[in-house]
């Protein structure tokens, strides 16, 4: 069963590292948009064992889907950097970066 995991606010704390910086630079309108933003961003309590168990199931065919931020093209890397050091290089092959999420099907 195919089971798409967001990114942002489910495995890692967007809205805090977001909140944070804003309230440091409020003249800052998008905090994401600065180099390393997504990189840096801390996993949820929980959310990279969660994956890890779905990724051990033989019941569930886990993805990431993460929609790329317009106002830092270099969110793409990021993210997939991200992954990379949270899960391993073989689940890079199970990440999925759209701005039409959507567009896919999956079971949840």
């Not at 309590?45 to 317009?70: F, K, Q």
């Amino acid at each position: 069963m195919i089971v798409y995991i967001d990114m942002d606010d489910v495995l890692c704390d967007f809205t805090g590292a977001k909140n944070r910086i804003n309230s440091q630079y409020p003249q800052m309108g998008f905090p994401q948009s600065q180099f390393d933003f997504y990189r840096r961003l801390e996993p949820l309590d929980g959310a990279i064992s969660a994956v890890e168990s779905l990724i051990a199931s033989s019941e569930y065919d886990p993805y990431i889907l993460t929609a790329p931020s317009i106002h830092n093209p270099m969110s793409y890397t990021e993210k997939r950097v991200w992954i990379e050091e949270k899960f391993g290089f073989h689940f890079v092959e199970k990440l999925i970066i759209s701005l039409t999420k959507g567009c896919l099907k999956g079971a949840i």
